[in-house]
């Protein structure tokens, strides 16, 4: 059982970033690979982000390829998500998960990312 806590929503204005933090506990954090989701009003939860178990490779969903950075810190039980240049269209609820590459096993409960124009 891996037990996640997402950290560092908040409103900002586009153009502005922010840091998003995951701290994991339970079975050990450096077994899984982790990723971001999220999901804005009305739609459905979709794919940002996700880093191998070891962090030495990342995936990013298209529409923020070159504005987020997916890390971690092994060491510290914590996978991070770096925000630049963020769009109203970035309005959502993130989601920290671990798991293997094609099933995510454990969710956080979200933290609130509000983008102003």
């Known amino acids: 059982q891996v037990q996640l806590v997402e950290s560092g929503g908040g409103l900002v204005q586009a153009g502005g970033s922010l840091r998003l933090a995951c701290a994991a506990s339970g079975h050990s954090f450096t077994f899984y690979n982790m990723g971001w989701y999220r999901q804005a009003p009305g739609k459905e939860r979709e794919f940002v982000a996700s880093i191998t178990s070891g962090g030495g490779t990342t995936y990013y969903a298209n529409f923020v390829k070159g504005r987020f950075t997916i890390s971690r810190d092994n060491a510290k039980n914590t996978v991070y998500l770096q925000m630049n240049n963020l769009k109203p269209e970035d309005t959502a609820v993130y989601y920290c998960?671990?798991?293997?590459?094609?099933?995510?096993?454990?969710w956080g409960k979200g933290t609130l990312v509000t983008v102003s124009s």
């Open positions: 998960a671990a798991g293997s590459l094609s099933f995510m096993e454990y």
